[in-house]
């Protein structure tokens, strides 16, 4: 068996084969052909052709308009952009800093990729509680609630809500009040929701055309929540500051 420049010179595993056809589409670019796949890893163009037709029926690869060629797909494009961490401008943390200066909660920042919250800027000095649920389940967070309050139709992005603590919202028609109440106010709570004794607001950071595309987040002790909601003001104000710098 021949060996191209991504070759081996054995039979590919159907996920290595899979991996290096992926590959070899970033490589030369929208439009590679078949023929020209099946040369570049060093495949049978047999086998080539069968992974091409899994890639593209699972969305992984597309046909480009004339069917000739191929390009990334959008579950390949999803993967890309949840392993790519935000960019924050260094403006941007400065803005966060001046603000953890003068209020004794953790201020974190989320951005929204899609339908996802990401981890922007994390308080050093107060890191986040169970980061992986934050980012697994929104109905549980304050920043995922402000996510999906501006979602189309939250109810198809998280089809299933799971209940992590005795205070976690899991009847979508309570929370689809409460997130009615997110888009009236500007303002997302959760007081337990996510993790016991843990409460967090947040407050939008818009784009310059009014989507909201990340959310300023304060987060502390359940039991100090009334105290947190005192800090709304200077928190939006800050919101706004970075609206202007990460948009």
Known sequence: MTSGPLGRGRPPAPIDGAMRLVE?????GTGVTAKELAAFVGMPPATCYRLL????ASEFLVRVDDLRGFAIGRKMDEIVTAAV???????????LEELRG???????????????????DQDPDRPLHSEHDLLRH?????????????????RQALPHLRQLTEHTIIDPDV????????????????RGELTDGIACCATPIRSRGGDVVGALCLAGPAARASVMTEQIGATMEAAKLLSDLIS
Do not use: C
């Open 175 to 190: 929370l689809d009040a409460e997130l009615a109440q997110v888009r009236r106010t500007d303002v997302a709570h959760q």
């Open 138 to 154: 929104p109905h549980a967070s304050a920043a995922g609630k402000l996510l999906l309050a501006h979602l189309p139709d939250w």
């Open 85 to 95: 961490s935000p960019f924050v401008p260094s403006a941007a943390r400065d803005v």
């Open 53 to 56: 037709n899994t890639l593209t």
């Open 24 to 28: 070899g589409v970033a490589r030369l």
């Open 102 to 120: 003068r209020i004794r909660f953790g201020v974190h920042l989320m951005i929204y990729l899609g339908d996802t919250v990401r981890v922007g």
